[in-house]
């Protein structure tokens, strides 16, 4: 089953979004990184890499984050993986809470994470710039 990582720069969205999500899936592996460590609002690498770390399987993981500087540290985050998780380890722009609902529906229904990105990328709402 495909792991779910929800990054925020709040604790609270990132548990909210959790909480909302295992109500429609509660068997999908989610994991939160909200807030930095010391308790502020931002973003912290370190707590990302832990949180894909508790989900990951060889099924993959899909993070989904809420603005830009989210973004860039989930990539560093999988920058920080070896080889073999890298690979298996996807972000995706989508809108958070709609995105996460719609994630735990998908691996809920044994969708492999190739599957997933397909059936996310039309809700992409443009805040991965190419």
Do not use: W
């Amino acid at each position: 089953m495909v792991g779910i990582v929800v990054v925020s720069h709040s604790s609270k969205i990132a548990q909210g979004v959790k909480e909302l999500a295992e109500q429609m899936a509660s068997t999908v592996p989610i994991a939160t990184a909200g807030g930095t460590n010391d308790q502020r609002i931002g973003t912290d690498v370190e707590k990302i890499t832990e949180a894909i770390n508790e989900v990951y399987s060889e099924d993959g993981v899909i993070i989904l984050f809420d603005l830009g500087s989210a973004f860039m540290n989930a990539e560093m985050a999988i920058e920080f993986l070896d080889e073999e998780k890298k690979a298996k380890v996807k972000i995706v722009d989508v809108p958070l809470v709609e995105g996460a609902v719609a994630a735990v529906v998908e691996s809920s229904i044994s969708k492999n994470i190739d599957e997933m990105l397909e059936i996310l990328k039309p809700m992409a709402i443009g805040k991965i710039s190419n």
